[in-house]
């Protein structure tokens, strides 16, 4: 087993590894506008299933950048929200949107052949 400690600790590695899963940032970017129910997000998302929203939802809880508050249990009402943390998240955000917007050119619509009757 390799030994870490003596690893330097960069905070760029970090940060892309625990925002570069799947859906992460979309999730973060949902609840920059305020507390969603699981349902609202699930369905803000779109293809996102169930499953891997509550995977991506507990961690960002576990790096405490979510906050998961039960409101009641019968029936089940849960929020999610962004903590101070998470909420620090939308200068990353804007600035990727920012180079993007700079770098990355859309990608061109391909067109549509003509179906031609044989």
Avoid: H
């Avoid at 909420?87 to 955000?93: F, G, K, P």
């Avoid at 990727?96 to 052949?113: D, E, F, H, N, S």
């Amino acid at each position: 087993m390799a030994d870490k400690s003596n690893e330097i600790f960069c905070p760029v590695t970090a940060t892309t590894s625990l925002l570069g899963q799947k859906w992460t940032l979309e999730i973060i970017r949902s609840l920059i506008d305020g507390k969603k129910r699981f349902n609202e997000l699930s369905q803000a998302l779109g293809g996102l299933n169930a499953r891997t929203l509550s995977t991506r939802l507990k961690s960002l809880e576990a790096e405490d950048i979510v906050e998961r508050r039960t409101l009641s249990s019968i029936p089940p009402w849960v929020e999610y929200e962004l903590t101070e943390k998470g909420r620090a998240l939308n200068e990353v955000i804007e600035s990727m949107a920012t180079w993007g917007r700079r770098w990355i050119q859309p990608p061109k619509k391909q067109k549509q052949r003509a179906k031609t009757k044989a």
